[in-house]
């Protein structure tokens, strides 16, 4: 009878003892890998939306409608307060999430804090702008995320059923700007956020880009015209986020150029800046990127053309930024 060979107990515990060492030593190069491999997707993505973007202007003149309005909303006849709102609020971010592990909140609290959005409500004539730009209608997002919000908040439960509701673009509509927004149709110079006081402008040292002030945010989810058109075959998705199961809005984002119209309601009729905005006439920025560091002068009440938009995916990065990733500090503004 011949005798079987095998391995002894200590002979198995030694192999796995240099594997597990091995695993030990490459899965940290692995997880760098993993990390960068998601920016360059992340980035690959974003250039795709803009050349669709891109090439759907050159075809047909004007910006896909059906973008995804990033807000919730009370109800549709948009009927009293929400949060202190006219009709429309701000969605959570994971920044308000009580533990780490208590559900989803809409964005992640990097995408707010780099292009700190605001609601801004629509006049007539902004309204007008937009459906100019093609931007006809859009789809509320309406997540109507729960998680983060305080006990009794004024959220009217019967909104719940009515998520992504399509709305026309008029009059009265709230949308997502940078760094500033009116609550109302008509305010009597009560703006509101980080850009609406020179001391609140400059207190922030994380501005994704000062330009981005002043410009209306749109998603760019699956109801939109680029899709219903075939131009791309789906929404794309950013891979920064898809292991993130704390943010459901994991999609890339759209900044529309600064209207005139927006423009108008910060200036008189001799172009000249209203009181509550001479600050924003020349704002002086640095970027962060130590002694290298660059310094560029924004003016924040000139409308841009018509054309100038810019992606930032679901964490806030900016596309094709000749300075990617790099965060601007307001260092003086107008008198």
Same mark, same amino acid.
């Given at each position: 009878?011949? *005798? ?5 107990? #200590? ?38 939306? =803009?050349?669709?973007?891109? @090439? ?13 309005? /990033? ?55 902004? =309204? ?19 998680? @983060? ?5 004024? #959220?009217?439960?019967?909104? *719940? ?21 009116? %609550? +109302? ?34 998603? #760019?989810? %699956? ?46 009729? /001799? ?8 600050? #924003? ?14 310094? *560029?002068?924004?003016? /924040?009440?000139?409308?841009?053309? *018509? ?24 260092? +003086?503004?107008?008198?």
């Amino acid at each position: 009878m011949s *005798r079987k060979s095998g391995f002894t107990l #200590l002979e198995v515990l030694i192999v796995i003892a240099i594997m597990g060492l091995i695993a030990a030593m490459v899965a940290p190069r692995f997880a760098g890998l993993r990390g960068e491999s998601e920016v360059v997707i992340r980035d690959t993505n974003q250039g795709r939306m =803009a050349s669709a973007i891109t @090439g759907y202007w050159e075809s047909f003149e004007r910006y896909p409608s059906g973008l995804t309005n /990033l807000l919730d909303e009370n109800n549709a006849t948009g009927v009293g307060p929400f949060d202190g709102i006219n009709r429309f609020r701000m969605p959570t971010n994971t920044s308000q999430l009580e533990v780490f592990d208590r559900g989803t909140a809409t964005f992640d609290e990097s995408f707010i804090a780099r292009l700190k959005p605001e609601v801004h409500v629509l006049n007539a004539a902004e =309204a007008f702008a937009l459906r100019q730009l093609g931007v006809t209608t859009v789809v509320n997002l309406n997540a109507y995320n729960f998680d @983060g919000l305080s006990a009794g908040s004024p #959220l009217i439960i019967a909104a *719940r059923a009515n998520p992504k509701r399509i709305s026309n673009v008029d009059t009265g509509l709230g949308v997502l700007m940078a760094g500033i927004g009116a %609550p +109302e149709v008509s305010p009597t110079g009560a703006w509101e956020g980080r850009a609406s006081t020179p001391a609140l402008l400059q207190t922030d040292s994380d501005w994704t880009s000062p330009d981005a002030i002043g410009r209306i945010i749109l998603g #760019l989810g %699956p109801d939109s015209d680029l899709i219903a058109r075939e131009i791309i075959s789906t929404a794309g998705l950013c891979p920064e986020g898809l292991g993130n199961q704390q943010t459901s809005w994991n999609h890339y984002v759209i900044l529309l150029p600064r209207l005139q119209a927006t423009v108008d309601r910060m200036t008189n009729a /001799l172009g000249e800046p209203l009181t509550a905005f001479t600050h #924003l006439r020349e704002i002086t920025a640095e970027s962060n990127s130590g002694n290298n560091g660059i310094e *560029r002068t924004f003016n /924040l009440l000139e409308p841009q053309s *018509r054309t100038r938009f810019h992606i930032y995916s679901p964490k806030g990065h900016r596309w094709q930024d000749e300075l990617d990733r790099t965060m601007w500090r307001v260092t +003086e503004v107008s008198s």
